[in-house]
């Protein structure tokens, strides 16, 4: 661990210890959303049971499972450890508190980076179809990031047409899910600078192919294989940064065939809803089908009208939400933890729904309302569901389907007259910051060297660093609570913030990413900066820029990591001298696991707010928030205490832009190469 000015901040153990975490356990209302808060009322009263309801119902959780020290790896457990010594304190087989710790820390790795990236392998297969004139209702939207990426990745591109081209970014795609050589995934290697790739070279986590890393994550892990703390977790890192590469494979894909965003505003929390629309939820992860739905959708307008309603209502939930907000700014319903309250105002008519992060229990809730909750993937079926099949050789025909069951269910829901209650909460919103965005409002000051604009504003001291914001919902944290804390908290301070997920999503609803929030908590620094890229800018922009930019999905950290990439190769530095962290303060997913892993073997210093089952391992708890910082730079900072995890981020940014301003004089005044030392 580097050392901070303040040394209370040295400590990596987390500020609150595990017995005093969870406050008034019995009590539902655990939320600072008052669009939540009032609909809990709601279902509180009519005994609708919720997360909410189901968490509570939970407590206290099992402390082995929670500390990750409970094996269920094959069936002669389950295995616990229950003690420091004799044969209670090892598994059946053997297996050590440290084994068992780091073998389920990884498992989850696994199925991060399994879900980031077949999404990802959606997207390659619909871009070869499409170049193969197999899944004729998708194009080509955006040909010059075609060309980027192709050209990135080492593709010739002159003389190519955009269809030729697209099947050959989708081979060398499929090539990084497959490949049997062990030269290291292409879409990871184009996207990092070469110093990190020397360094997972070194250190044996150059993933070689994505679909190889989870096997090997799930061969290792098995009973009797890999029983090192330390082994297991490289191939963790491996496997992590396999993650990454399918979330670079499905960002740059997406913006490919829906084009790359824009900043476009828009509105957030349940008072989107109207009730006097055919309305629509779009939830879950792919925007394979969210796009569709939202093009077919404007087409169907008319037929919406004339059943009586004043229009579709489309709005999102969750990363598809996030993706149809980028580039059409769908305004968003809520986040994660309170999809099942957006049902339970009784307005929507259908949930659609693809992969990841769909809870099960909206059935029960949707049964109440008489919503239609339809899924459309082979692999994502919810037991008393619709099931419209979604295959992108029919994607039109299945998204027209779908909506004008949404028309159908809403002339039902006129005709029986059932109640409503909307919580008149919302907030505008600005987002659509993909890096080529925000690249270019820097470029309207520096032309130039874009990037400089920010590096520039850190070195002089206006910003103290960057944050990416990133991440879920989990109710050990109130939810939203830590979200909103944490921005207010690094915006006061100065920090520059980017971030997707459903982070943003609290942020939005909470009225954080538009300007007013500058006025009312951005430091002076920040404002300063926030308002000289505005001024630079204005001719293009429809509205002031916000006090955090949004970069949209999960998968899109891949953004970030291009962002911070671009800084290193600017400062002339490996990625932990720039000064960056990143935070998921209600962290939750196997996904966030997985983000987590690679973000810190990226370099950067990374806070989780809700802890994960490490607790059980002092050997395991050591390597990742401290150890990690000697091999790769970057750390976990585990933290559930929303204040505390502030004061950490800003002081590892302090420390960072110290000790990299302070090198940068040196090699100024004795004429030498920048000390690289971390
Ligand atoms: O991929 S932030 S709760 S929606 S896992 Fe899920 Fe977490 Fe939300 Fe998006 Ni990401
Ligand atoms: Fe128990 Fe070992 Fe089996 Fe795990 S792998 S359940 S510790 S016997």
């Known amino acids: 661990m580097p050392r901070f000015r303040d040394t209370s901040l040295q400590n990596s153990k987390p500020s609150v210890d595990r017995k005093n975490r969870i406050k008034e356990p019995k009590n539902i209302m655990r939320t600072v959303d008052p669009a939540a808060l009032e609909i809990l009322e709601y279902t509180k009263e009519n005994n ?63 199925g991060g980076c399994s879900a980031h990236s077949d999404h990802g392998r959606e997207l390659v297969e619909v871009l070869y179809h499409l170049a193969e004139g197999h899944a004729p209702d998708y194009e080509v939207r955006d040909p010059d990031k075609l060309r980027r990426v192709a050209k990135k990745i080492g593709l010739e591109i002159e003389g190519k047409s955009d269809l030729d081209l697209a099947k050959e970014v989708a081979e060398v795609a499929f090539e990084d899910y497959g490949r049997h050589t062990s030269e ?22 150059m993933p070689r192919a994505i ?28 496997c992590s940064l396999a993650d990454v590469t399918g979330e670079h494979i499905s960002t740059d894909i997406s913006d490919i065939l829906f084009g790359t965003p824009k900043p476009v505003m828009s509105e957030a929390n349940l008072g989107v809803i109207d009730p006097d629309k055919v309305n629509i939820i779009v939830h879950g992860h792919n925007p394979v089908l969210s796009q569709m739905v939202v093009d077919t959708a404007r087409e169907l307008e008319e037929e919406a009208k004339a059943a009586g309603a004043k229009g579709i209502g489309i709005s999102g939930i969750c990363c598809t939400g996030n993706e149809v907000l980028m580039r059409n700014g769908v305004p968003i319903a809520t986040s994660y933890m309170a999809q099942e309250l957006a049902i339970a105002t009784g307005a929507i008519d259908v949930m659609v729904v693809d992969v990841q992060c769909i809870m099960p229990g909206l059935r029960n809730v949707c049964e109440c309302f008489n919503t239609k909750l339809v899924t459309t993937m082979s692999i994502s079926k919810i037991p008393g569901s619709y099931h419209f099949s979604f295959e992108d050789s029919k994607a039109k025909k299945s998204a027209e389907a779908i909506i004008r069951l949404a ?38 000051i520096n032309p130039d060297n874009p990037i400089k604009v920010l590096t520039d504003a850190i070195i002089n001291g206006e910003i103290a660093g960057v944050c990416a914001l990133a991440g879920c919902n989990n109710l050990e944290a109130v939810y939203e609570k830590n979200h909103t804390e944490i921005v207010k908290e690094l915006a006061k301070n100065n920090v520059f913030m980017v971030g997707t997920g459903c982070v943003m999503q609290a942020a939005a609803k909470h009225g954080l990413l538009n300007y007013e929030a500058v006025e009312k908590y951005a430091g002076p620094g920040l404002k300063r900066f926030i308002d000289r890229l505005y001024e630079a800018n204005k001719d293009k922009l429809s509205d002031k820029l916000p006090l955090a930019f949004h970069m949209g999905s999960c998968v899109d950290n891949s953004r970030i990591l291009d962002l911070w990439t671009e800084m ?10 720039v000064p960056f962290v990143a935070t998921a303060p209600e962290g939750m ?32 708890w050591s390597v990742v928030t401290c150890i990690a910082h000697d091999v790769f730079g970057g750390y976990f900072i585990l933290e559930t205490d929303p204040q505390e995890a502030a004061k950490k981020l800003l002081a590892a940014l302090e420390y960072r832009a110290w000790k990299l301003k302070v090198h940068m004089k040196a090699a100024e005044e004795y004429g030498t190469e920048l000390c690289q030392a971390f």
């Open 184 to 205: 290291g995934c292409k879409f990871l290697k184009a996207n990092i600078c070469e110093k990190r790739i020397k360094k997972y070279e070194e250190t044996d986590t």
């Open 407 to 444: 028309i159908e269910a809403y002339k039902d829901r006129k005709n029986t007259g059932r109640p409503v209650r909307i919580p008149q909460f919302k907030n505008k919103l600005m987002a659509g910051f993909s890096l080529e965005a925000l690249l270019d409002l820097f470029a309207a």
């Open 211 to 238: 679909d190889r890393e989870v096997v090997e994550v799930m061969h290792r892990t098995h009973v009797g294989v890999d029983a090192d703390p330390v082994n297991l977790i490289f191939g963790g890192i491996k």
């Open 568 to 577: 290193a190769n600017a400062l002339n530095v490996d990625v932990p001298k």
């Open 48 to 110: 609708i049971i919720t997360a909410f309801d189901r968490w509570s119902a939970q407590q206290p959780q099992c402390a082995f499972g929670y500390q990750g020290i409970c094996c269920r790896i094959c069936f002669a457990g389950p295995c616990r450890i229950k003690g420091v010594e004799g044969p209670g304190s090892m598994g059946i087989c053997g297996a050590r508190d440290y084994t068992i710790v780091a073998r389920n820390a990884i498992r989850m790795m696994a």
């Open 589 to 620: 997913s196997e996904k966030a696991v997985a983000i987590g892993t690679w973000v810190v073997a990226s370099g950067i210093p990374c806070h989780v707010g809700a802890m994960p089952p490490l607790e059980g391992s002092n050997l395991v």
